[in-house]
């Protein structure tokens, strides 16, 4: 999700070995929020993967029972009114794991500019549309790539991760397919063994590339509304956290195990239409 760029009426996306995008015709946002269907939306790709759309997007999800589950809760209720295009996406599974093993402790500028100056070094430059764009670097490249190599690209202490990870893939310690498989738990405990893998960090991979719609990442956005429109859910002991403080993963265990049985299979919709409410109301731009 870090690597797309808006160019015109296009968007253009890095996923894995292909750059996609899709391009309206809609020349206003409420055009676009009242166009209920893919009226006025191509898709392309390269190389060419048809009906890649409904992968990325998860067309595939029952979106109109999801949301009746959730619409329940207050604010989520509130949110899918406001912001009925707000849709989970599909992430390439490497990418998305290398992508937020880099996004530990700094903002989504900061990430962007990593992925892209790692693809630029270490994946392959491609031309779409006259355009020049950079594949997501391959697992193998990663790993024979040297601690030099990855600081130059900005990473910091985070080349060290970037080693380990992929060195826990190709050893196949790390198997994508099998985490897709097993239960939320299981898959959760599997990347907390991988060095740089927290529980914000797995449960962000989790969500958005292997398959775990329970899943509900906890990060200072998301903390700040459980603290502000949640509280009711903690008993007294756990909820004297602050919204400016971090928390423990003791704390982290806890407030996700809450607000998951509390939003239930589809917690990661919900924590989606959150965050998202969270940083508009705040006036961040993306």
């Not at 995008?21 to 790709?45: A, D, M, R």
């Not at 959730?70 to 295009?85: A, F, M, Q």
Request: aromatic share 16%; hydrophobic share 35%; net charge positive.
């Amino acid at each position: 999700m870090f690597l797309w760029e808006q160019i015109g009426n296009s968007w253009y996306g890095t996923y894995g070995d292909h750059i996609i995008k899709f391009s309206t015709s809609w020349t206003s946002k409420s055009s676009c929020i009242n166009n209920n269907k893919n009226n006025g939306i191509q898709f392309y790709s390269y190389p060419e993967v048809k009906g890649w759309e409904r992968k990325v997007f998860r067309l595939d999800d029952d979106i109109e029972k999801i949301l009746s589950t959730l619409s329940n809760d207050t604010l989520v209720s509130k949110t899918i009114r406001k912001y009925p295009g707000l849709r989970l996406m599909r992430q390439e599974p490497y990418q998305c794991i290398f992508s937020f093993v880099c996004a530990s402790n700094t903002n989504i500028l900061m990430i962007r500019k990593m992925l892209k100056n790692l693809s630029k070094k270490f994946g392959c430059k491609v031309i779409f549309d006259g355009k020049e764009f950079y594949t997501f670097p391959s697992v193998n490249s990663l790993n024979k790539a040297t601690i030099n190599e990855l600081h130059s690209c900005g990473v910091g202490y985070r080349a060290k991760a970037i080693k380990a990870l992929a060195n826990h893939i190709i050893s196949g310690n790390l198997d994508v397919d099998y985490l897709v498989r097993i239960r939320y738990h299981d898959a959760k405990e599997e990347l907390l063994k991988v060095y740089g893998i927290g529980n914000k960090i797995a449960d962000c991979i989790l969500l958005f590339s292997l398959e775990k719609l329970d899943a509900f990442p906890i990060d200072v956005w998301i903390l700040r509304a459980l603290s502000r429109y949640y509280n009711w859910l903690f008993n007294e002991n756990e909820n004297k956290f602050k919204m400016t403080e971090r928390i423990t993963i003791n704390q982290y265990k806890v407030l996700s195990a809450t607000i998951r049985n509390y939003f239930g299979k589809y917690s990661g919709y919900a924590q989606q239409y959150i965050f998202y409410y969270m940083r508009e109301i705040a006036g961040k731009k993306w």
